[in-house]
C-alpha cells in the first residue's frame, strides 16, 4: 500500500523573480542549506535575509506539525 507524502511549498516573489522550494519532512534540512546556498550566490537577489525569514518559517512549520501530530490521536473504537 503506497504512502501518500505531504509536500511542502515555501514561496518568495522578489519583482520578478519568483523562489519557490518544495520540500518533504525528510528534506528539511537539505531545504535550508539551500536557502545558505541561494543567500550565498552573488548571481541570485536571494539575500541573507530572505533565507533568515524563509528559515524560520520552515522551522515553524516543522513544529506546527509535530505538535499536531502529537495531539492528532487515533479514536477510540466502540466495541
Known amino acids: 500500500m503506497p504512502v501518500s507524502q ?3 511549498v515555501l514561496a518568495l516573489v522578489k519583482g ?3 523562489y519557490v522550494f518544495l520540500y518533504d519532512d525528510a528534506s ?3 531545504a535550508l ?3 545558505g546556498r541561494f543567500a550565498s550566490n552573488p548571481e541570485l537577489s536571494f ?3 530572505d533565507a533568515a ?3 524560520q518559517k520552515i522551522r515553524q512549520e ?3 506539525q509535530a505538535l ?3 495531539f492528532n490521536l487515533p479514536a477510540a473504537k466502540d466495541d
Do not use: G, P
Open 6 to 8: 505531504d509536500i511542502n
Open 16 to 18: 520578478a523573480e519568483r
Open 53 to 55: 525569514v524563509l528559515s
Open 68 to 70: 499536531a501530530r502529537r
Open 33 to 35: 542549506r539551500v536557502l
Open 62 to 64: 516543522s513544529q506546527k
Open 47 to 49: 539575500t541573507w535575509y
Open 28 to 30: 528539511r534540512a537539505e
